[in-house]
């Protein structure tokens, strides 16, 4: 959103100057198009692109880059710092802390205007995902602009950006001792499950939370919500993530979409064993997108009940690891892809789908852990580039009954390494290489989706690799130009090796786990890891890297390594004499496209954080400049009073920077 101002003095006519009259023209003309550009949701758009048409901060000037004011959250206790900042209508508004405070920040000078806190409850206490936030949702009704976020106790809460108070006529009464008398929904009242408004479900029953903000659409609220991460849990009981839609000016209930297939309802069938009576999660804990103008969101899920096995759930079960489709007026299915078949790998949908404008129509695009990016028509669903069912292996392990196939894309090709093999061992010496292989001998190595093993398994390996276990995530979400329709993907190749044990001894990790039925089997507490003996990463580098991909063509653009070789690595005495290359640093870092440029952060050969300038159509390095601190799961950028603002999630704290005045 760009809005416009007159300056003063951008009407020069003298007949005596025209040239600099016309200079003066060009100027203003510049200064009052860039004036104010709003960052509206975490993404910036509804098509969450973390993009900005802000160019005011060039290649030329970028180095000049400094702080100009630092948002200490400590006093909100805040600790991730996953929250990436909203500024809409000259305030920044975020979410601190695991009490999720809501706080609307001076883009002046960083000072705190007003908070909000919801009052305790035993739902917060025990909330597993309390200072994970990540955003607020927003929207205007009647001229006055609407902040809502969900809490970790999961209610609903929406609030006058002016003012911080809860929005009248809002929601209901909370029979909640010092809860606001207007401006909050209780969301479990409509999920259908028995509760206590103070302690929330029974965790007998199961638990839900929320991790990401809601997004309006049209005038709709559409709530998503997040479980116990599945690899802390032993027992098969859970509530569904089921997804919510409620009237932004009144809270009225509109609708709920059923993650897991009631009987009679598409996709039940894939639910054998009855299980959809009584497991769970398959939650939107990433944030979600829309498109406005066609009326629906596009909602990505995670796995059912349980990571890293499913005895307990055969079949495919659907909306497992999908991205979905919805109408937001009446949250009916318009169509849904399904990423991972009867998901047991921890191949959760972490990050927010992007929607772009290409050659092929308007698009979706949908990045994951694994390593690909699934693209569909926004309308239809349909795949923009087939979209291939491969064998897969089966498991081993007792009970387990994994899908026979996996969807791959055939475009755009994978973006990181894809499963685990001995061509992609180090093999920067033939001594290495060897060291390499030694390392992995007593693992499993396979494709991508290689079948988790239990402990004492026959083959006697440790365990098995699963690799990529984390590509993309929640902590590097790709970016978008919308001008271009290319995609920036940043990611790292790393693999897990979790193994199962007996459902008895997982069980006595929690002290409070939800459910009542132990599972046959659960992931092992930590497990065995492979190293290499000289302290260098077992595979081949890029360590990290940013790929561009053209979602005009389906093909990779450029792919760079991020950030720089670690001294520890370039200083080795087992490689020198040895060019290795840019290995890239290993990290990963935040991204954001502007007008002329790509911005990421990562970290020099010396660890030292830096923001680094990117040619978007290349990938050549413009300029860099030495960031305060280390920099987290989120960057944006917007311009306030005509000063462009770069802004980094330093911790608990947030840190603006931007051209000296």
């Known amino acids: 959103m760009i809005k416009k101002r007159q300056f003063f003095g951008c009407t020069q006519t003298s007949l005596i100057e025209l040239s600099i009259a016309a200079l003066s023209f060009l100027f203003c003309s510049t200064s009052i198009a860039q004036d104010t550009i709003e960052w509206t949701t975490l993404g910036n758009d509804y098509a969450h692109t973390r993009s900005t048409s802000a160019t005011q901060i060039t290649p030329d000037n970028f180095s000049d880059l400094e702080v100009t004011w630092v948002w200490d959250g400590a006093s909100f206790e805040a600790q991730s710092g996953r929250s990436t900042p909203s500024y809409i209508n000259g305030k920044l508004f975020t979410v601190a802390g695991a009490r999720r405070h809501v ?145 932004a000016r009144t809270g009225e209930f509109l609708w ?40 629906l969101v596009y909602i990505p899920t995670n796995g059912v009940t349980i ?40 191949f959760d949908t972490p990050t927010a789908p992007i929607l772009l404008e290409t050659t092929n129509g308007p698009i979706v695009a949908q990045a994951t852990k694994q390593g690909y990016v699934y693209v569909f028509d926004r309308e239809t669903g349909e795949p923009t580039w087939p979209i291939e069912e491969v064998p897969m292996p089966s498991s081993t392990v007792p009970g387990e009954q994994l899908s026979s196939t996996q969807p791959i894309p055939t475009k755009p090709a994978a973006f990181e390494y894809t499963g685990s093999n001995e061509e992609l061992l180090v093999n920067f010496t033939p001594e290495l290489k ?15 989706f290689n079948p988790p093993m239990r402990a004492n398994d026959p083959s006697g390996k440790q365990s098995a690799l699963m690799c990529p276990n984390g590509a993309v995530n929640i902590t590097h979400p790709p970016v978008a130009d919308p001008d271009s329709g290319i995609m920036y993907v940043m990611s790292r190749y790393s693999c897990g090796s979790r193994r199962l044990v007996p459902g008895e001894e997982a069980d006595t990790y929690y002290d409070a786990p939800t459910g009542t039925t132990l599972s046959r089997f659960a992931a092992a507490s930590g497990g065995p890891t492979p190293r290499h003996p000289a302290g260098i990463p077992l595979w081949k580098p890029p360590y990290s890297r940013i790929t561009a991909i053209d979602l005009n063509t389906g093909d990779h653009l450029w792919m760079i390594p991020a950030g720089y070789t670690p001294d520890r690595i370039r200083d080795l005495p087992a490689l020198d004499g040895v060019d290795i290359g840019n290995t890239g640093s290993g990290a990963v870092g935040q991204m954001v496209v502007t007008g002329n440029m790509l911005i990421y952060s990562n970290v020099t050969s010396d660890g030292t954080p830096h923001l680094f300038a990117l040619d978007k159509q290349t990938g050549q390095e413009l300029a860099r400049v030495e960031a305060p601190a280390a920099s987290r799961y989120g960057m944006s950028s917007w311009v306030h009073k005509g000063k462009q603002h770069v802004i980094l999630q330093t911790g608990s704290s947030l840190t603006a920077m931007a051209l000296p005045n």
């Open 434 to 448: 060897q060291q390499a292989l030694q390392a992995v001998a007593e693992f499993q190595m396979g494709p991508l």
């Open 307 to 346: 990571d890293y096995y499913g005895g307990h759930h055969p079949g495919d079960n659907l909306y497992g690891t999908s991205l979905i489709s919805l109408d937001a007026r009446t949250g009916e299915r318009a169509w849904h892809f399904q990423m991972v078949h009867h998901d047991i790998w921890n």
């Open 103 to 247: 706080v609307a920040i001076d883009p002046d000078n960083g000072a705190t205007i007003w908070s909000y806190r919801e009052p305790d409850t035993g739902r917060w206490e025990y909330s597993m995902r309390a200072d994970y936030g990540k955003g607020v949702g927003h929207t205007n009704i009647d001229g006055k602009d609407i902040i809502y976020v969900i809490s970790p106790g999961f209610f609903l809460t929406a609030l006058e950006a002016e003012t911080g108070q809860p929005l009248q006529g809002f929601g209901e009464a909370v029979p909640i001792e010092g809860f606001p008398q207007t401006g909050v929904v209780d969301l479990l009242k409509d999920l259908g499950h028995p509760y206590d408004p103070f302690e929330g479900i029974p965790l007998e029953r199961g638990y839900i939370t929320s991790s990401s903000p809601p997004i309006v659409v049209n005038d709709v609220v559409v709530v998503g919500n997040s479980a116990e991460q599945g690899y802390n849990q032993s027992r098969i009981e859970n509530v569904p993530g089921d997804i919510l839609g409620y009237n």
């Open 256 to 295: 709920k979409f059923n993650v897991i297939p009631q009987p009679g309802e598409y996709g039940h069938e894939t639910w054998e064993n009855d299980a959809w009576q009584y497991t769970g999660d398959i939650s939107s804990w990433a944030p979600i997108s829309a498109d406005q103008e066609l009326g």
